[in-house]
């Protein structure tokens, strides 16, 4: 993913701008050469750092998300661990048969 071009007091001051009534969106996603879709996305990031239930809730969906992936990876390997005992006491009941 791209980095982005606007730090964080930049991208703070163009919604500034905003929120004061001086210009409008297009006026501003012109004059900084960004999307509207970038400008809303900003300001959403911006309410959601501001309203602690909305910054819980995120953070406890980022946290879920990785216990997710954690949980997947165990279970795969538990899995491929289930398989390989299961191919080594074939491997085993092979050989005392033929001795």
Known sequence: ??????????RQAILDSYLKGNKTVEMLCQEHQISPATFYKWK????TDKNDDKRRLKELEVENLKLKKMYAEALLKQEVLTDAIEILKKMKAQRERRS
Request: charge should be positive.
């Open 1 to 10: 993913m791209r980095k982005s071009r606007f730090n964080a007091s930049q």
């Open 44 to 47: 959403n990031e911006v309410e």
